[in-house]
Structure formats: structure tokens, C-alpha cells
């Protein structure tokens, strides 16, 4: 998920609680950082500010559509009018919440946003056996469920959404818990390894590749699930 607000402040409310819901979440503090996320990664929501720094964000909306990307956007700002309302949905937003907003809300409308019908769900990511799907918050490994925390959610949908690329710990600690963490060290060690066990269905007592282990250790970068 990409959260466009240039409130540095609620930028960081926003992504801490979208995370602890599950989310993988970047965000941008204005449109030209945005531009620069979008190009790299496909989000499967964008949470968009129209009071931007460096240009309106309805503007900015109406340009991803010309350019024919679908992804749902909802728009969220303190411009409340009917006007403003009519305009962003008219420019290509899926969704519009007025600030101030209640965070439940807020999160009911992106869950209403990834259960669009299959032909416009956001995508569902298959590496080997691995399932992920983000609109249903789904795991499944050759077939069944795999329940996973909303941590566990997170950092597997960040890896997967690369396959066979390296993620570092850096990536994963700015994207699934925020770069003000101050908890344990190991916290991505610690989310890893619980991983493997689930996806693998049991134990696992080293670091060790194996050819049931979905998750490979890069020693000194991070991990990677697929091949290359």
C-alpha cells in the first residue's frame, strides 16, 4: 500500500496502524515520490492527500489514469465540500473519507476497495507452492491455509512481491514495522524463522536452506523467496 501524505505526522500514524492491520506500507511526502514508488512497485491500494507540496493530488490521480494504471486510490483529505468530493471521484478515485476520519472507517473502505471482483482484485502473488492472496489476507502452501500473523502477513507479501530478488533487513524493518522501530534486534529474525515453520510445517533449529524451506537466507543481506 502507498500512503501519499505530506503530514509527516500522520504519515507515521498511518503507517503504523495500517501495518499493525497487516499492510506493507511506503510512504510518499509528495507527488514526486510517489511518481518514483509507483514506477518501482505495484501497490494494491493508494491512500492519496490532495494538498500536496509539490501539486494537487486530483491532478496527479487523473494522470494515472490517462497512463491506464487501475490501481484503487481513496482519496483522503480535509476538503470536505460536495465540489472537491464530486471532483475526486470524477478524477479517477475509487473513494473518498474527509478529514478528520475514524481509523476503523478508514480501514473498512480499503478492505470494500480489495473486494472489487475478481477481474479487478489486486493481484495474487504464486511463488512455487506459495499463495498469497492480499484482498482475501490469505496464505496457502500447495493448497492449504497457512495462518500467519499480521506481521508474518506483511513480511511474506514484501518478499513475494519480489520473487527471487533479495530483500534486506533494512527493507523489511522500514516497510513492515516503520525506521523509528526501537524494539529487539532480531524482530525480522525472529518473524523469519516463525515463518519458515509454518510454511514448512514444523520445526526448524538452524538457518540452514533446505528444499522445503519457501525462504532463503542470504547471509549478511536478507532473504529471498524464488529463484533468481
Not at 507527488?31 to 514508488?37: N, P
Not at 481509523?103 to 506459495?130: I, K, M, N, Q
Not at 523469519?192 to 522445503?212: C, F, H, Q, V, W
Request: glycine share 8%; hydrophobic share 35%; proline share 6%.
Amino acid at each position: 500500500m502507498l500512503v501519499v501524505e505530506d503530514d509527516r505526522a500522520l504519515g507515521a500514524v498511518l503507517r503504523r496502524g495500517l501495518q499493525e492491520e497487516g499492510y506493507a506500507v511506503d510512504v510518499a511526502e509528495r507527488l514526486s515520490e510517489a511518481d518514483v514508488a509507483v514506477a518501482v512497485n505495484q501497490y494494491d491500494v493508494i491512500v492519496l492527500d490532495l494538498g500536496l507540496p509539490d501539486g494537487d493530488g486530483g491532478t496527479w490521480c487523473r494522470a494515472q489514469r490517462a497512463n491506464g494504471h487501475d490501481t484503487p486510490i481513496l482519496v483522503l483529505t480535509a476538503r470536505s465540500n460536495t465540489h472537491d468530493k464530486v471532483g475526486s471521484l470524477d478524477g479517477g478515485a475509487d473513494d473518498h473519507l474527509t478529514k478528520p476520519f475514524d481509523f476503523p472507517e478508514l480501514c473498512a473502505r480499503l478492505r470494500a476497495l480489495l473486494r472489487r471482483p475478481p477481474d479487478a482484485r489486486p493481484t495474487v502473488f504464486e511463488v512455487g507452492s506459495l499463495r498469497l492472496d492480499p484482498a482475501r489476507h490469505q496464505v496457502t502452501s500447495a493448497g492449504t491455509i497457512v495462518p500467519l500473523t499480521a506481521k508474518e502477513f506483511a513480511v511474506l507479501e514484501l518478499l513475494m512481491r519480489s520473487p527471487g530478488c533479495v530483500v534486506t533487513r533494512t527493507d523489511l524493518l522500514e516497510h513492515v514495522w516503520d525506521e523509528q522501530y526501537t524494539g529487539m534486534s532480531n524482530v525480522v529474525d525472529v518473524h523469519i524463522a516463525s515463518l519458515r515453520r509454518k510454511l514448512s510445517g514444523g520445526p526448524r533449529t538452524d538457518e540452514n536452506n533446505s528444499s522445503e524451506d519457501p525462504i532463503e537466507t542470504i547471509r549478511g543481506v536478507g532473504y529471498r523467496v524464488g529463484t533468481p
